[in-house]
């Protein structure tokens, strides 16, 4: 999919992706995924999202996972996603 959108924003604008559509993409992960550190680095690796989209997830972790609410989601057992995230990922749940 990121691939799609990183062409898609080249036929729209005619310049290179940018930073916002893998911002995107890895925000909809952590959403999914209730902000797993490890789980989301090991798939932004393997995707090749920018280093700079890391970065700004790491330097501003607190809001986004207050914005998401992934503590709140953990705590009352609504991620079920992220269980089988891990296990498909790690081969672990």
């Not at 959108?5 to 036929?11: A, S």
């Not at 959403?31 to 970065?55: F, M, R, S, T």
């Amino acid at each position: 999919m990121i691939q799609f959108l990183r062409r898609l924003f080249k036929c729209i604008y005619d310049e290179e992706y940018g930073l916002l559509v893998d911002l995107h993409v890895f925000l909809d992960m952590a959403e999914k995924w209730c902000c797993d550190d490890e789980l989301l680095q090991d798939w932004a690796n393997d995707i090749g999202i920018n280093p700079e989209v890391l970065e700004y997830y790491i330097k501003h972790r607190s809001t986004i996972d207050y914005d998401l609410k992934c503590t709140t989601r953990l705590r009352q057992g609504k991620c079920g996603k992220r269980g089988i995230a891990r296990m498909l990922r790690f081969n672990q749940l």
